[in-house]
């Protein structure tokens, strides 16, 4: 009898759980600008995961009689100084900065959460913690991600290690903060009085309340990583030439600006789609999870 | 006021020792021996263990790092090698093309993006509200340096209208100046314009949904009177706030903007010292700046106080 009603009840819950997942779920859909972010940033997962089939020409390929050409129709985006295709360049590009975006947001965001949860849970460790995140929070981040690339060296890890250590403490704040309501919330201290364990009331009970800051923060980071990628790239401390990245390849243009504006144009228009995309996803999730801003809009 | 003060003052030290002890601990990270990668693969043992010497690298890591803090309290931030002179004297040399650069993005950012925000607020759901939000959004989501190469390729390469880069000081002459700082300015001070924006419509959104709005309205005031004098003047907390933590985005982009320019700042101090390995340059731009983000921070919350008396009364 009692497994009986225990399943009657689960089916209950899951169906409800699965009304209130459609109800999110078109909510986000009925946001056109959310919808438009999803479109330009599935374009750009798309470019980067067929990118050895969408490139017209091999990335590093040179070919030294056609330097500099304009757009047409052999060179969609032209070619740069060393007659490289910048189309097929641009397509391979996408690679680093997602690989780059994806990683620091997964890195950041378990590395955050887990500082952030167990800030708000031991008291003695909040101090130290949030002031370690204070501290790191003081530097600028393209500054920080300089130092680290400076003192690691030119690599994709190292861009991936040195972004999300600027990172982790935003997401670490974020958490916490979600985390310090959720821990004074009658449910823990009734789980408290059961004798449930912390590691339990912490990952069970308290994680899963915060996660809604946690996706919108981590959509955004997304769209900072790849814009500090670019940066450093650009600036020549990170991603290394010849492999392509969107900021390597910039940097390539700016030098050349006055005889070939194609080489800086596209992959610049690559960063924006990518980065607008994902600032369009981050606000449609904002406005969708966080009631704060839905009260405001109202 | 000046309890609240002193209290604000004692919160920052932890804070600006973590800054020290991670700007000492970065540099650290470095793999295998920092003189080595310093010197490059063409020097002699002597230079190593001369440069070893001069920098202290053969003593353990807490008497170097007292020294070097001990230093840093002296306003002695180390030797560039590279540039054969004292760091603090580098980094004076450099502050004042990105002072310039960064007040005057600030002031551009503050001048466009509040009455944008205020008229996008007032006009909320309209055609102009879209408008403004879209070209908010917009501005987020382009990188600076980005805009920085458009604004060259436009106004300096096909226009001739401003100087493609390069810097004068104000010494010159104002006008020329602003000649050379304002493509700059204005491309550092997009993004950090957009994001005023979005939090002045938004903060001042929430406090237009406040009783004593409606009280206002009810009395009979003019709308502009209840957003300016009522409304605008709390919202304006979120709003100095996130001018205050956008700051560090505005030194960011400074060091890619000034790359891009030409421009001899800060930012430009640090991408060289960063491909020729001047550690100690790294080091020291990057104190500095982290130092000031923290007290440009502390005058912030100071002003919290002044605009309203709430935050100095409260405990």
């Known amino acids: ?298 | 006021m000046v309890k609240y003060i002193f209290k604000r003052i004692c919160y920052l030290l932890p804070v600006l020792a973590v800054v020290a002890i991670v700007d000492f601990v970065i540099i650290h990270l470095t793999p295998g021996d920092p003189a080595a990668v310093m010197l490059g693969s063409d020097a002699t043992d002597a230079d190593l263990a001369k440069l070893r010497e001069q920098l202290g690298l053969n003593l353990p890591i807490y008497v170097q790092f007292g020294r070097w803090l001990w230093g840093v309290l002296h306003g002695n931030l180390g030797w560039s090698i590279f540039m054969d002179m004292p760091v603090s004297t580098a980094i004076w040399q450099h502050l004042g093309p990105t002072v310039s650069l960064t007040i005057l993005a600030e002031v551009i950012a503050i001048a466009v993006a509040i009455p944008l925000g205020v008229a996008a607020a007032a006009n909320r759901g309209t055609w102009l509200d879209q408008l403004f939000m879209t070209l908010a959004l917009l501005g987020i989501s382009i990188p600076s340096f980005w805009i920085g190469l458009n604004f060259i390729l436009l106004f300096a390469v096909k226009l001739g209208w401003f100087p493609a880069a390069g810097y004068q000081p104000l010494s010159s002459g104002l006008v020329n100046h602003l000649k050379y700082l304002i493509m700059p300015a204005v491309s550092l001070g997009i993004m950090q314009g957009a994001l005023i924006a979005r939090m002045t419509r938004s903060s001042l959104l929430e406090v237009l949904n406040e009783n004593y709005i409606r009280t206002a309205e009810a009395k009979g005031l003019k709308y502009w009177v209840i957003i300016f004098k009522h409304a605008l003047r709390n919202a304006f907390i979120p709003i100095l706030t996130v001018i205050g933590l956008t700051f560090a985005v505005l030194i960011g982009g400074a060091v890619v903007t000034e790359t891009v320019f030409n421009i001899p700042g800060i930012g430009k101090l640090v991408v060289t010292a960063v491909l020729r390995r001047d550690y100690a340059v790294i080091q020291g731009a990057i104190l500095m700046t982290a130092t000031a983000y923290v007290l440009i921070n502390l005058v912030i919350d100071l002003l919290y106080a002044l605009i309203d008396p709430r935050v100095r009364l409260s405990k």
């Open chain 1, 1 to 298: 009898m009692d497994i009986a009603a225990n399943a009657i009840l689960k089916k209950k819950t899951n169906f409800l759980e699965s009304i209130r997942r459609n109800i999110v779920v078109r909510r986000f859909m009925s946001n056109r600008l959310a919808v438009t972010g999803c479109a330009l940033l599935t374009i750009i997962f798309l470019m980067a995961i067929f990118a050895p089939l969408l490139a017209t020409q091999p990335p590093l390929e040179m070919k030294v009689t056609d330097r500099l050409k304009a757009p047409s129709a052999a060179y969609w985006f032209g070619t740069d100084e060393f007659g490289r295709d910048v189309y097929s360049r641009v397509v391979h590009g996408s690679r680093i900065s997602i690989s780059v975006g994806l990683s620091v947001v997964v890195i950041s965001s378990v590395l955050g959460l887990v500082l952030g949860l167990y800030s708000a849970y031991y008291r003695h460790l909040d101090n130290l913690i949030m002031r370690v995140v204070d501290g790191l929070m003081a530097f600028p981040a393209v500054l920080l991600a300089i130092a680290i690339m400076a003192a690691l060296g030119p690599k994709v890890e190292n861009v991936i290690i040195s972004i999300s250590v600027v990172y982790i403490p935003t997401v670490a704040r974020t958490v916490r903060s979600a985390a310090l309501v959720v821990r004074e919330q009658t449910y823990i201290e009734a789980i408290q009085a059961l004798g449930g364990k912390p590691w339990r009331i912490i990952w069970r009970h308290i994680a899963p309340n915060c996660m809604s800051p946690l996706i919108v923060q981590a959509t955004f980071i997304f769209a900072y990583a790849v814009i500090i990628e670019a940066s450093l790239s650009f600036l020549g401390a990170g991603t290394p030439p010849p492999q392509p990245s969107w900021g390597n390849i910039l940097s390539d243009g700016r030098t050349l600006i006055r005889q070939a504006w194609w080489i800086m144009v596209f992959p610049g228009i690559a960063i924006v789609m990518t980065v607008l995309g994902l600032n369009l996803i981050g606000d449609g999730l904002r406005d969708l999870l966080d009631p704060h801003t839905n009260k405001a809009k109202s």
